[in-house]
Every structure is written in structure tokens, then in C-alpha cells.
């Protein structure tokens, strides 16, 4: 009796650890709702979906439209300050490359956010990110390469382009072509639950 009463005693604290842990989305527009009320987006819809499942992980979102990889770097310090993070996935690049900012200077600002976070003993995951062919086949090429760079020179989990099953489609593009619709938000969100739990778990 006093064994069984014990191993749920036990059970139930894991459980409430699981529950805790944190990962930081480190963003931009892409994951900031732009075009869209907040409740919208794919962030705040798969948050509704790990608290109904009762899941191990929440998403605090530190996204903002127009952040930099720059911009994340100068805030993370802040953001690290006032909150308990586990994971942070780091969802930046975007702007730098429609900016035409230099590869180099994109990598090294993702290097120093990364350093930031080893400090800290926090886990990254780094969002693979990409821009319209447009800019020309020499700077995709460069910028493509500074993810998969960064993500094998920090041993960090890079997560393929999640926009992939969107991008695409017309459809589920707002006209500026750089943004999901309200549409896709749920099929965003639902790749990023099955990925995330992969890692988490």
C-alpha cells in the first residue's frame, strides 16, 4: 500500500516537471500572427491544443513582425532574465534575407543567440528558414547554407522549412506571398505538434 502510494506521489510530480517545460519561439512575422488576430495564428492555436491534451511543453512566443536575427539577439538576454526556458526554437533569418543582410553577419548573430542559450543549458532547435528564388541564386544559396552551417558547427536540431506544405499554394498564401493565411495557420500548427513532440519526447 505505502509502495503503490509512493509510485504516485512519484508519478504525479514527473508529470507536473513534464508539464513545465518552456520552449522560447524566438520569431518573426511567420510566427506572430501577421495578417491576423493573435488567436489565430499557429502559435496560440497549438497552445490551445497542449493544454487540451494536458501535453509536457507550452510555447512562449517572443515573436515580433520584422525581428531580425539582430533584433532576437539583442532582446534574448532580456526575455532569459524573466523567464524559466527549456528549449528554445529559434525561428529568425527571414527579414535579414529579404534585407539582402550579409550571410556572414546572419550566422554569426545565430551563433551568439545560440551561445546565449548553451549558457544557460537551454536546447535549440533552429527553424530553417527561406526567401523568394528572386534574390538571385548565389545569395539563396549562401543564406540556405548558413542553417544547415550553424545548425551542424552548434550540434542543434534544425527543423526543416515549416512553411513547406504551404508556401506553395497560392491559396494559403496572403497576397504578399511571404505570409500563411488564417487557413494554413491550422495545418502549421499541426506539422509544428508533430515535430515538437518528436523532439520533446
Known amino acids: 500500500m505505502l509502495l503503490g502510494l509512493i509510485l504516485i506521489v512519484t508519478n504525479s510530480l514527473v508529470n507536473q516537471s513534464l508539464a ?5 519561439l524566438l520569431g518573426d512575422s511567420l510566427s506572430a500572427s501577421y495578417g491576423m488576430q493573435e488567436k ?3 502559435v496560440m492555436l497549438l497552445n490551445e491544443q497542449l493544454s487540451n491534451d494536458k501535453a509536457n511543453y507550452k510555447i512562449l512566443n517572443a515573436s515580433i513582425s520584422g525581428e531580425t536575427t539582430g533584433g532576437g539577439l539583442a532582446r534574448l538576454p532580456g526575455i532569459l532574465a524573466k523567464n524559466k526556458i527549456d528549449y528554445i526554437l529559434i525561428e529568425l533569418g527571414g527579414n535579414d534575407g529579404l534585407r539582402g543582410f550579409p550571410p556572414k553577419l546572419i550566422k554569426n548573430n ?9 549558457q544557460q543549458n537551454i536546447t535549440i532547435f533552429l527553424a530553417e528558414i527561406r526567401i523568394p528564388p528572386n534574390y538571385g541564386l548565389r545569395y539563396n544559396t549562401m543564406f540556405s547554407d548558413v542553417f544547415s552551417s550553424v545548425s551542424e558547427e552548434t550540434n542543434s536540431e534544425l527543423i526543416p522549412f515549416f512553411l513547406a506544405s504551404v508556401a506553395l499554394k497560392p491559396e494559403l498564401m496572403q497576397q504578399d506571398g511571404i505570409h500563411p493565411t488564417k487557413a494554413a495557420q491550422p495545418l502549421i500548427a499541426a506539422q509544428m505538434r508533430t515535430t515538437l513532440d518528436k523532439l520533446i519526447n
Open 20 to 24: 513545465n517545460n518552456t520552449i522560447l
Open 40 to 42: 489565430d495564428g499557429w
Open 110 to 118: 545565430l551563433l551568439q543567440i545560440i551561445a546565449l542559450a548553451k
